[in-house]
């Protein structure tokens, strides 16, 4: 198992699936290695145990912060390999595809992308042809 995520209604609820969760995965000699919890009233529980866990992490590989409760995504992920100059259908699909957003919280900026890739493909634009002015400037702002 590589990452588990999870929620709850209450304190009570994460706590009993902490447990339950803990007791299965030795049933199946495969203990948890990392935790991360935003339930102030578990984090207490495990300070108890020795229990090591993380306040900043990652989920499914977005960075969360568990004791502001939010979620982030450094830019530059995206836009380190940005290339300067004309952009081609192919560099708009490179873009495109930098965006791991298994949560969906991007999703208000990546269907910009696809949905521009998609004009792409609606007037015949070739992998490496230079797009018109109209999609060059939406691309390159």
């Given at each position: 198992?590589?990452?588990?995520?999870?929620?709850?209604?209450?304190?009570?609820?994460?706590?009993?699936?902490?447990?339950?969760?803990?007791?299965?995965?030795?049933?199946?000699?495969?203990?948890m290695?990392?935790?991360?919890?935003?339930?102030?009233?578990?984090?207490?529980?495990?300070?108890?145990?020795?229990?090591?866990?993380?306040?900043?992490?990652?989920?499914?590989?977005?960075?969360?912060?568990?004791?502001?409760?939010?979620?982030?995504?450094?830019?530059?992920?995206?836009?380190?390999?940005?290339?300067?100059g004309p952009?081609?259908?192919?560099?708009?699909?490179?873009?495109?595809?930098?965006?791991?957003?298994?949560?969906?919280?991007?999703?208000?900026?990546?269907?910009?992308?696809?949905?521009?890739?998609?004009?792409?493909?609606?007037?015949?634009?070739?992998?490496?042809?230079?797009?018109?002015?109209?999609?060059?400037?939406?691309?390159?702002n």
């Amino acid at each position: 198992m590589d990452e588990f995520a999870a929620g709850a209604e209450n304190d009570d609820c994460v706590t009993k699936l902490y447990y339950e969760l803990i007791y299965l995965m030795n049933r199946i000699f495969l203990p948890m290695a990392k935790w991360a919890t935003n339930s102030k009233y578990l984090k207490e529980a495990w300070w108890k145990e020795c229990v090591f866990f993380k306040e900043v992490t990652q989920t499914l590989g977005v960075d969360c912060d568990t004791e502001s409760d939010t979620f982030s995504m450094e830019p530059r992920d995206v836009t380190d390999e940005y290339v300067e100059g004309p952009t081609t259908k192919r560099q708009i699909l490179q873009a495109t595809a930098r965006f791991y957003d298994p949560l969906g919280l991007l999703s208000a900026v990546s269907v910009v992308c696809k949905l521009l890739f998609q004009d792409t493909w609606c007037r015949g634009l070739v992998w490496d042809e230079l797009l018109p002015s109209d999609l060059g400037a939406l691309c390159n702002n």
